[in-house]
């Protein structure tokens, strides 16, 4: 087991944890500020109360209603923020899983699955930029963190990694959903079952993707009794993240991928719900972040 040494970001005293505690809250054993354990090489932030002194409001509705419009009105964030628009628009305009262009080669053609490759690279890409939307506000970061950083071979490979986690946090908690809908499809013929399951699934999941995008520890994302804890510990604004998160999967869950043989309105009705999908991912995921700041994962 590895030890993460750093500063207290307040009396700079050298604070050690073992890495098994990284992404979890703690204090400094000689200031008592309040901080989260940082990966090996990162800085510590100082973390502020949940209740703000400036106000009634509790730290993260001030962070929330007061922090996001500025975040987002940077010229930073606006420029992500465009980026992952367009990236939703192109999945949706190009990326229908039947588009395939055939390329002459010699004496063959060879069909080239354009659909495909358009939904995996802006899944990928957006993945991983959700992730460090989330990680960014845990960490006090306001604006939304740059979309371009590092060489395009890293952030390719940090893509993958991060749909792989995704799909994987997704599927464990969607499975009872899947497990309903088979039902409801062989047994009885009802949708509920199928709602039912999906909105407790997904109750789970965004402090789970939250976990991960700070600790970047798989196994730690699985913690349920970290989740359960933190919800509970603060039931309101775990539902705001909550509703931002099913507002997102019902969009997802709605949208379908462009086909050309449908009428123009349609592309621009659809085209338009994409792009607000987008910002409502951003939301989701920087609301996300901010839970996880304020009250994620504490040490017992
Ligand atoms: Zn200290």
Known sequence: MATVEFECPKCGQVCAFGDQHVGRRAR????????????TGQRAHVLKPAVSEDGPWSGFWTALFKGTPAALCCPDSLA???????????????GHPFYVIPIPFFLFVIPVPVGIFVTVLTALSQSRYVFNIIQSA???SDPLPPY???????????????AYTFAVLAAVFLAPAGLAFLFTKTVMQARWPVVIAAAVGLFFLPL??????????????FRLDYIVRAARKAFGPYLAVYALTLAVAVMFWKSSFYAFNEPPETFFR???MHAAAAVLMILAARTGGLFYRHYGCYLP
């Open 28 to 39: 400094c054993t000689k200031c008592n500020t309040c901080f989260l354990i940082p990966r």
């Open 80 to 94: 992500a923020t465009a980026i992952l628009i367009i990236l939703s628009v192109l999945r949706f305009a190009l």
């Open 138 to 140: 845990a960490d006090h």
């Open 148 to 162: 371009m950083d590092g060489n395009c071979v890293d952030r390719f490979f940090d893509g993958i990694v991060s």
């Open 208 to 221: 789970s993707l939250a976990i991960y995008a700070y600790s970047r520890d798989f196994v730690l994302s």
């Open 270 to 272: 659809d085209g338009v």
